[in-house]
């Protein structure tokens, strides 16, 4: 009797549901909507290719000039310093809008109000004619006739720094939320841990909270860089020479609209892939820990093949 309890017992373990191969769900919906959207994709390519208004011999003779060339420099070093200036002074600002000090607090929150909410378009602008409103920059004691440093604006605010000024202005404003978003994530008990140890709140700060919170500011910066490359092309207002300037200059003396667009367009696209590595890279090197922190490729999930898992069977063997 204990010998057929004993062997039924050991036919119910080898029948346990753990050791059966798991079979993934057929998504035959994606399969569809995959082969339709690859064929209205390839029809729109093959539209594009073979419209003779693009002038791709245009596009061709334009992609690599000079030219170009020389507004890309503009362009990546704008969004280089702009994103330089915005997260430094983003970073003060947000200290001082999370500081109990009215004054500091108040100040913080009337530099966002203003760079905020008023359109960069018409910030880029402001700071390009700022000689209409001051023909002098001055340093000198107020209330006096007291000078030290007196420059002309128009030759202090050329057409790059004026684009600079705007764009890292405006970026402050952005970026000072995502860092105090960032602190304010960060447990309190550290900080008061570190202050129970002696250490001076600035200094808290700097190797306590802040190393901390990067794992909620680095993320959104990464988009806010790419955000900061796009939005270089509103410089050419004022004509600081960036891509887009060098574009319309071009546009303006052949008045191939459409192709120059495709050039402006094609090296953007680019600039922005190029940057869009670093930044998955740095969602997933600091999403790491979190629910949802694996990757898995667009096309793994489209075709429905992400949630294969190995069996206890499987994992076994290896």
């Known amino acids: 009797m204990a010998t057929t309890t004993a062997a039924a017992s050991t036919a119910s373990e080898d029948r346990c549901p753990d050791d059966l191969p798991v079979v993934p769900v ?148 952005y970026a000072s939320e995502i860092v105090r978003a960032g602190i304010q994530s960060v447990d309190p008990g550290q900080a008061e841990a570190a202050h129970s140890l002696g250490m001076r709140p600035a200094l808290t700060m700097r190797r306590i909270v802040l190393p901390q919170a990067m794992r909620v500011i680095i993320p959104p910066m990464g988009n806010e860089t790419i955000n900061m490359l796009k939005m270089t092309a509103l410089v050419s207002v004022i004509s600081a020479h960036d891509l887009m300037s060098n574009i319309q200059d071009v546009y303006a003396q052949n008045y191939q609209v459409i192709p120059m667009l495709v050039v402006a367009s094609l090296w953007y696209l680019a600039l922005v892939t190029l940057l869009g590595v670093p930044q998955a890279w740095l969602e997933r090197r600091y999403g790491r820990g979190t629910a949802r922190s694996g990757h898995v490729s667009p096309l793994r999930r489209m075709l429905g093949v992400a949630g294969r898992l190995p069996t206890k069977r499987q994992e076994g063997n290896r």
Do not use: C
């Open 26 to 173: 057929r998504h035959y919906g994606r399969w569809v909507a995959a082969v339709a959207a690859i064929t209205a994709l390839a029809g729109i390519a093959g539209s594009l290719a073979k419209n003779a208004n693009l002038h791709w011999d245009v596009v061709g003779h334009y992609l690599f000039a000079d030219l170009i060339f020389d507004g890309l420099v503009t362009t990546l070093w704008l969004t280089a310093a702009a994103m330089a200036l915005g997260l430094g002074l983003g970073t003060l600002i947000a200290v001082m809008r999370l500081s109990a000090s009215p004054v500091l607090h108040g100040m913080a929150t009337l530099f966002v109000w203003v760079f905020r909410g008023t359109p960069l378009l018409v910030q880029i602008i402001f700071w390009g004619y700022a000689g209409a409103l001051y023909k002098y920059v001055m340093i000198g004691i107020p209330f006096t006739d007291i000078t030290f440093l007196r420059v002309e604006t128009n030759s202090l605010l050329t057409p790059a720094i004026a684009a600079l000024l705007a764009l890292g202005l405006n970026e402050a404003a």
